[in-house]
């Protein structure tokens, strides 16, 4: 079974300390523009003291995507390549074959 990429945890993490807030706010009968605005200031102030193992492993993921020693080579890159690399007479030959 294959893990779920950090990432998606984060973003829901995110989202759960937004939403959980906000939903009690409002069902305590709070202006909805105070509780969006306390709601959000909750999530962030939360989200930084307590994501922040999370928060290290995506940017640290993220930064070796990245940073690769050597790029990522797909099959049709290099034929991608010999395409935009050939001479005009070259692409006329190929386009009658």
Known sequence: ??????W???TALRILLFAV???VLLLAGVNPWVSAAV???FGLSASLVFLRRPRETMSSELYAARHRETPVVR????VED????????????NADA
């Open 82 to 93: 010999a395409a935009v690399d050939a001479t005009p007479s070259e692409r006329r030959d």
């Open 21 to 23: 807030p906000l939903a």
């Open 39 to 41: 709601a959000a200031l």
């Open 1 to 6: 079974m294959k893990s779920v990429p950090v």
């Open 8 to 10: 998606i945890w984060y």
């Open 75 to 78: 099959d049709d890159d290099e």
